[in-house]
């Protein structure tokens, strides 16, 4: 598992199968996590946008395979390209290669998210396909994508070198299309808070209005030091993030 370098420490134990039940199929999951279409040098392509759970799928299924005994590598294609363009500069290409294709399972996560680093050497895109075709009929490559098959020309803008990655990668490939909900999204939206009220219930503050400008977060922010002074910690739900680093503002300005 140390040797897989997942980025994660998720299981398929521990997935919520339940957000996304109608998208997933737990069943099928669970059987391409015993291993079978590795031992018949078969690919996986997973396609879905992101925060449907394609990385943690991935990731649960390179786990149970290191327990069965597979050698299994996790890479983004993002760090893929930037690892084959320094050894094409440096002159340790085949040993790259070598090295990429020792594995059971290759794992390349976030294609569609190497935009950066494909910019960066015009044959970054070769260069990945050379690590694919490496190990096409020899051992197995999963794929974590949000690129759908018929934009990958565009994408890669290179319309001979797409359709060679593609036969590559979906010969004798199992094809699985979450068309699920993000679950990033529905995370933040439930993390997100209502807005605070505002101390001593909006009104205007009387008695001493001494004020204190000061820097939170990148922001000026005003605090008269009676609002700051009247609003107990216990009682903070968020409008003011540090009480003692606003306490001591306002009080070091009088």
């Known amino acids: 598992i140390r040797e897989a370098r997942f980025p994660n420490q998720g299981s398929l134990e521990d997935f919520d199968w339940s957000f996304n039940a109608a998208a997933i199929d ?54 893929l390209i930037t690892r084959l363009t320094a050894s094409l500069a440096d002159g340790t290409l085949p040993r790259q290669i070598s ?38 009929g020899k051992s197995s490559t999963a794929l974590g994508t949000n690129i759908e098959f018929d934009a990958w020309s565009e994408y890669l803008g290179d319309a001979p070198l797409a359709m060679a990655l593609l036969d590559r990668v979906v010969d004798r490939a199992v094809l699985l299309n979450i068309l699920g909900k993000s679950y990033r ?10 807005r605070p009220p505002e101390p001593n219930g909006g009104r205007r503050q009387t008695g001493r209005t001494t004020m204190s ?29 540090c009480w003692d680093f606003i306490r001591h503002a306002a009080e070091a300005a009088i």
């Open 213 to 241: 400008e000061y820097t939170l977060t990148g922001k000026p922010i005003i605090a008269p030091l009676t609002i700051v002074q009247s609003v107990a910690p216990s009682r903070c739900r968020g409008c003011w993030s």
């Open 99 to 136: 090295y990429w294709t020792r594995f059971d399972l290759l794992i390349v996560d976030e294609f569609g998210l190497d935009y950066v680093e494909r910019q960066l050497d015009p044959q970054a895109g070769h260069l990945l396909f050379k690590v694919i075709a490496a190990r096409n």
């Open 26 to 79: 737990r069943t099928q999951i669970e059987q391409l996590a015993t291993g079978d279409w590795v031992d018949r040098f078969e690919n996986l392509v997973m396609l879905g946008q992101s925060g449907v759970g394609k990385s943690r799928l991935l990731e649960g299924i390179g786990r149970r395979l290191c327990v069965l005994g597979k050698r299994v590598r996790y890479t983004t294609s993002g760090d």
């Open 185 to 194: 999204a529905s995370r933040a939206k439930r993390s997100k808070a209502p």
